[in-house]
């Protein structure tokens, strides 16, 4: 409901309960395909390196502000530099098959006051690509936010960054629209495309996640019964046109 205010203005729905959350917890998350744990260098540092070095090309690094790394101390020294404070809020994704840390994202522009938060820096080795724990890991960080008491869920990329806005709208973040010259990265200009999902619609997001993580949607050979993007799609408030071509 749009409230109106003394001078009959409409000012937006009243949010007279509304409490700030705390900042997003730093602790691990529990999966049935991967565990989420906060950023520990002594035991993920090598283990990402290791994997993150299995895309020859660095093509997995284009559309990021940083890496490759040459080696293990280079990667090393970024993690210090970079990881370890509470915003951004750096977390591994460790694939319980492979027993190994093969991913890293992080909460960052986090604004309690108005319950945001974004998850970013998103950086999935080879191994973990197209597997059922880099879907499940987003998931885990997308309901720690939300159970967090965080209002609004937000997916910002490179708007030439394809794959980023289509897994955007996998995962049920609508489209907002593009921000024009936001940043230059790598000497080059960035537009960036903006996607958020917001608390009234987790609750139907967590079912689609659940439905589509469940055994029971994949056929003995690994293949999918329902597709992700089929089940979050009527929850999508607009498309992302370029994700339909």
Known sequence: MIDTNELGQNVGAALPDWVPPPMPPRAPMQGRYCRVEPLDIDAHAADLHR????DA?????????YGPFDDLAAFEAWLKATCLGDEPLFFVIVDTELGAATGMAAYLNIKQAYGTVEVGHIHYAPALQNRRAATEAMYLMMGHAFDAGYRRYEWECNDQNRRSRAAARRYGFSYEGIFRQHMVVRGHNRDSA??????????GL???FET?????NFAA??????????????ILVAIDPETMK
């Open 212 to 216: 589509w993580l469940d055994p029971q």
């Open 51 to 54: 994997h993150f070095s299995e």
């Open 221 to 234: 050979d690994g293949t999918q019964k329902a597709r992700l993007s089929t089940l979050t799609r009527p």
């Open 206 to 208: 967590k079912s689609a």
């Open 57 to 65: 090309d660095g093509r997995d690094w284009s559309y990021l502000p």
């Open 194 to 203: 903006w996607y958020a999902c917001i608390d009234g619609e987790w609750p």
